[in-house]
């Protein structure tokens, strides 16, 4: 405890005292660099009036000196000789006493005429001095720094008038030198040195005070020189105890012939920083020490009580005390053992109910796991015994449970179900393409109320059809848990219904039909007599009554019709009782055995499963197995195969003829079982609409296929059981 508050207060302090130091250094590094960029600005200024205060001096000094009405006039004779004796008194005086070192005299329109400090130098045009040329153009006076053959110097150029005539100009100059430097550097304790300008990037050293490295600063002056501004250095790499500035200095025109370097030693500074830095560094490891004493003290004197409370806290969590705790002041710590001593009271109560609740633990145990246990067993008892699926499926698919009635309605194993995820999706909901999307999307999309037809394939095949009733499980963010819910078996149901529909559309149309059929008989009779007996009142050449015979054929034809429409539809109540369909076709087949021995058909009987036996009309089956197989042996070629397959289950049986009949089309397959009459009055298409009552009353249904063009399937599907049991 007592470190945990001593940490954060000393990390505190820590983190405060040298945030101080920082900000404090920080401050007062940038107030030293912005004091030192002044000062060694203003010692750049002050260099630039010293520049200006000798080019004024030279300017009064040429002024003052052609204002002398001797040099005026010797200067307007051009009395070169007198004039220089003239003026060397006053140079000589002026060089020793301000250091004059120029003295020239200029004659229009820009010639030099007399060099005092070089006599022997006279005579050039000097067109490249500009200040000489707008003082010979304007009459007034100029000062510049400014070069010239004697080097660059600091010049004052005034004109010279006799008797109100400009007659030249007289120039004064100061050097711009190691020797003004120097003067500089004593008075202000700078170091000074001036690059001349030779060219664009191209500088020489002119003079100086302390050596330098001319390559280091040799990019820096091109910068200067053409941006012309002012560059300040605070101690820049290879100079680190040293301010420097790098000034452009200007002529007479205003463009720059040189660049000056001006260094201020800043060790001074640099100690007094470090001295500061030390003290300021003392006095914050100073603060930190008497902030961890002065924390330690406080944490002392708040942890003490708390760690005697915290140690008769332990005991009685460890239950080795008993009686209540010294009462305190009423301050935090008096309302924490007050809190201490409530505790305790309510754990002794506490530990007296549980000792109490011990003691009848067991015996409630017992009871409670003995209705817990005989509930699971009810409850399991109760859906494995149901008789229907129930199921539950979570939200990726997987199929967490099904009950044993899954096992015996499809065949699929538990293991084979249970943990799949892709059983549900595929067995069950009949998902063609596999993905990942939600189960409510795959098995019930668009149902609301999850309630859904199933038709579904056991493990063998055989199609079943189940309700399906789902009950969504939701978690608190709308999201899908799981699926319960159960299948109800309606496969049954489902096939009699259909059966039902099937006997209700045979008995209307039948009823129909019959009415059909009455109807037209009795016109038919009248017809039919009335047309014999018009034949035979013909002669037999005549041939009026070949065309009698005609109508009496078709009348024969329709009557022919008539009566499989009035046989059809003739209702006869079935005579149920077990047939075994093997004896009746080959008893049908034994009736058709001259036909087939003389058409050479080869028979081919097969059976599939268990004797094929079913509730049934013995006498009208045969009759309907009879009309179908004689038909077939009617139309099969000679010398091909009848191929007679029949399988059985405890559902329904199937019998199919397969054998070859040419000349077949769709027409026909669809008018198969349609009243007709083709061929002789004894053809046997005539009894095939009756094949098909009778099948449809026991429950059935027939279907006609073509395999390859020439191959004709029937296929008989008779129940078990038929519908009208």
Sequence with gaps: MKWKLLIPFLGFALVGTITLV?????????????????????????????????????????ATLAE??????????????????????????????????????????????????????????????RSVSDVMKSGRGRRALEWGLSGVALRGVSPVYFQSKLVGALEVGFPFGKEFL?????????????????????????????????????????????????????SPPGAPKSSILLGPVK??????????????????????????????????????GI????????????????????????????????TVLEARP??????????????????????????????????????????????????????????????RILKDGTTEFVNSYFTEKLGYSAEEVVGNKR???????????????????????????????????????????????AIPMWDDQGGLRWIDGIMVDITEQKRLQERALRAEEIRIVGEISARFAHELRNPLTIAGGFARRLRDSFPPNDPKRKNADIIVHQILRLEQILKVMLSSVKSAPLCLGDVDLECIIRYCLNDLNEIIEAKAIKIELSIAGERPCVLGDEDLLAKAFGVLLEHAVAVIPEGEVLSITIHHNE???????????????QDDLDQFFLPRALGTVSSPFLDLPVANVIIHRHGGRIKVKLENRDILVVNIYLPVVPLAS
């Design 22 to 62: 920082y900000v404090g250094l920080s401050s007062q590094m940038a107030l030293i660099e912005g004091h030192e960029r002044k000062e060694i600005l203003n010692v750049y200024k002050i260099f630039l009036a010293e520049i200006q205060n000798k080019e004024e001096l030279a300017l009064s000094i040429a």
């Design 68 to 129: 002398e009405t001797l040099i005026q006039e010797l200067l307007a004779k051009r009395a070169r000789a007198k004039l220089l004796t003239a003026i060397a008194p006053v140079y000589e005086r002026l060089n020793k006493s301000c250091g004059l070192w120029i003295l020239n005299f200029h004659i229009p329109p820009g010639r030099s005429f007399l060099r005092v400090h070089a006599p022997q130098k006279w005579g050039e045009m000097i067109a490249y001095r």
């Design 182 to 234: 120097m003067r500089l550097k004593r008075a202000w304790g700078a170091d000074f040195i001036v690059y001349e300008k030779k060219g664009e990037q191209s500088f020489k050293r002119l003079e100086g005070t302390v050596a330098s490295d001319f390559e280091a600063i040799c990019s820096r002056l091109t910068s200067v020189v053409q941006n012309g501004t002012i560059s300040i250095f605070i």
């Design 251 to 288: 002529d007479y025109h205003g463009e720059v012939i040189a660049v000056v370097e001006i260094h201020i030693d800043r060790s001074e500074i640099l100690a007094r920083i470090s001295y500061t830095r030390r003290v300021m560094f003392l006095v914050g490891a100073m603060g930190i």
């Design 291 to 322: 902030s961890f004493l002065l924390t330690w003290l406080v944490a002392s004197i708040f942890v003490r009580p708390i760690e005697q409370i915290v140690e008769q806290a332990g005991m009685i969590a460890e239950g080795k005390r008993e």
């Design 330 to 391: 009423m301050d935090e710590m008096g309302k924490l053992t007050q809190s201490l001593n409530q505790m305790l009271n309510s754990l002794k109560e506490r530990q007296e109910k549980i000792e109490e609740y011990a003691r009848t633990l067991e015996s409630r145990v017992r009871e409670r796991t003995a209705d817990l246990v005989a509930s699971e067993e009810k409850y399991r008892a109760l859906v494995e015994h149901l008789p229907l699926v129930v199921y």
């Design 423 to 469: 059983f549900w999706r595929e067995v069950i909901c009949g998902e063609q393409e596999g993905g990942d999307r939600n189960i409510l999307d795959v098995c019930w999309e668009g149902l609301s109320e999850f309630r859904t037809e199933r038709m579904v394939k056991d493990k063998t095949g055989r199609e079943l059809v189940f309700m399906d009733r």
């Design 651 to 665: 559902e329904e049986s199937l019998i199919t003829f397969r054998h070859k009949s040419k000349g077949l089309t």
